[in-house]
């Protein structure tokens, strides 16, 4: 898979980490999707990270970060609470969005699944929810600290044991998770919701995946993770999890929606369309019956979800070239196997370019003939080369006329 690191800030300017997981052939990439971990954790859990790859191998990107004051992310974590985390949340959907693209599913484990409950109100793009283990409210999570709690309200904060790790909890986090009691948000979720729940579940009872699903409205759906732990250590859990989401997030989400081809029917032949996807580098590009991607490296700072201008270039004078040379070979049938051709783009100084008067740009092709051809036919055949369309565009040095319109 491939893996990107990507920073933003909280509310407060602190750096928070996250890790970006893409498929391994960005040609598959269908969506993205946000994945909140569990209370204390990180979002290097093991379900996290098996989730996310898992996901990312079926064509769903992930993003998946640590909350202020956890892992990798700047802050104190006595100074978060709940609304602090949903506000993470929707921070981390906005620098997906700016950098990537809008993420259509939100996955929450544990108190991250009551976190993307909450959350989802405040992210239009979201069409799908899933919990993992989740309570209906974040209140649930004060049975944690019910030994020291009298502690806490003399005291204003005490170190509290969660997971084998100590943690400073203060007042204002519990009365933080005060607001968080009522089942409102799971009633008033537009969008389709998926709950996940062990009945085995000894941090989180199943009782509360039923509160969820009883709260929630159409379209909703349970599945028991029988014989799964909370943490869902066992790996076949993680993929079973995963597996169901891509399945089920089909149904819901309009899939490659704003990169569709055909979507723009306005368009006539030899027209493109090109939009932003981001307000960085993202590109699409339409056809009016193909859809691509263009982009620019990350160390540009583009996000390399497409190829870059200069690429899609030396694509189209490629392609056309090789498409030339078959449509000759096969008509004066000659024993031509194959085409590979390569090219190259460069910025030469104009003394080092032999026939070059007042242009630094070059562009090399070399072109590989695969098949029993002699000696006169190979000649012929690169002669041909130099007599494609694009070609013969790229020498005749075309007006391009520029309007702006309505």
Not at 5 to 27: C, I, Q, V, W, Y
Not at 257 to 274: K, M, R, S, T
């Amino acid at each position: 898979m491939n893996k990107i690191k990507l920073e933003f800030e909280n509310s407060n300017g602190e750096t928070l980490a996250g890790l970006l997981e893409l498929p391994e052939r960005m040609d598959r990439l269908s969506s993205f999707a946000l994945f909140a971990h569990c209370f204390t954790c990180g979002k290097d859990i093991a379900a996290a990270s098996r989730i996310s790859r898992a996901l990312a191998a079926r064509g769903i990107a992930v993003l998946r970060f640590d909350f202020t004051g956890l892992g990798n992310s700047d802050g104190d974590f006595a100074n978060t609470n709940f609304s602090s985390n949903v506000d993470d949340l929707v921070r981390a959907a906005a620098a997906l969005e700016q950098n990537y693209g809008a993420p259509q599913i939100l996955i929450g484990h544990s108190l991250g699944g009551a976190a993307v409950l909450a959350a989802a109100a405040r992210l239009p793009a979201v069409k799908a929810v899933v919990t993992i283990g989740a309570p209906a409210t974040a209140e649930h999570v004060a049975h944690l600290f019910k030994d020291r709690a009298e502690e806490i309200k003399a005291r204003g904060q005490a170190t509290v044991l969660l997971g084998g790790r100590e943690f400073s909890i203060k007042q204002q986090f519990l009365d933080d998770i005060e607001q968080y009691s009522s089942t409102g948000k799971i009633r008033d979720l537009d969008a389709a919701l998926l709950v996940f729940h062990s009945p085995l579940d000894a941090i989180v009872s199943i009782d509360e995946a039923a509160r969820i699903y009883q709260a929630a409205r159409h379209p909703k759906s349970f599945i028991s993770l029988d014989r799964a732990d909370h943490l869902l250590s066992r790996a076949e859990d993680s993929e079973y999890v995963a597996t169901t989401i891509a399945s089920w997030a089909s149904r819901y989400l309009e899939l490659e929606q704003e990169h569709q081809a055909g979507d723009h029917p306005d368009l006539i032949d030899g027209e493109v369309l090109i939009t932003e996807l981001n307000h960085r580098f993202l590109r699409g590009m339409y056809s009016n019956s193909h859809f691509l991607r263009a982009d620019e490296p990350q160390k540009y700072g583009g996000s390399d979800l497409g190829p870059t201008p200069y690429d899609l270039l030396l694509m189209s004078l490629g392609a056309c070239t090789s498409m030339t040379l078959r449509m000759y070979a096969n008509r004066k049938k000659l024993p031509l196997e194959d085409v590979q051709i390569r090219l190259l783009h460069e910025r030469v100084h104009a003394e080092d370019c032999v026939d070059c008067s007042h242009s630094i740009e070059r562009i090399t092709r070399r072109i590989t003939l695969v098949g029993d051809l002699d000696d006169e036919q190979r000649q012929r055949l690169l002669e041909i080369a130099d007599r494609c369309p694009v070609h013969r565009s790229l020498e005749n040095e075309p007006q391009i006329v520029t309007e702006l319109v309505d």
